[in-house]
């Protein structure tokens, strides 16, 4: 797997996840960027918005986009399922396997 690859693939399951630990609350880009930043010191903000658009077209969370420019964004009901391993996950989210049992 190329290095870019991995990085947008493990850059979304960690958008989810940090989304998921927000709920209820609707979550802004710029702290989106923030948290993500700790993990991916480079990314931009660029970037970021390419993933959160690419998780919005898969349903797996819901955009506002305010006229100011910036973006919020919540779990759908899919983007929950996903993290809680309730669903199957496909290819282009580096969601880790499952290999305990609750």
Known sequence: ?????????????????MLYKSR??????????NVIGTIYPDVTALE???ELDYLS??????????PS???FADLTRLGVDL?????????GIARPVKYWSE
Request: glycine share 4%; aromatic share 12%; with cysteine.
């Open 1 to 17: 797997m190329d290095y870019q690859r991995h990085r947008r693939e493990a850059m979304r399951w960690n958008i989810l996840q």
């Open 24 to 33: 209820p609350y609707t979550t802004n880009e710029q702290f989106v960027l």
């Open 83 to 91: 993290v809680e391993y309730t669903v199957e996950c496909g290819p």
């Open 48 to 50: 970021l918005r390419q």
């Open 57 to 66: 077209d898969r349903k797996m969370l819901e955009l506002t986009r305010q």
């Open 69 to 71: 420019g910036t973006w």
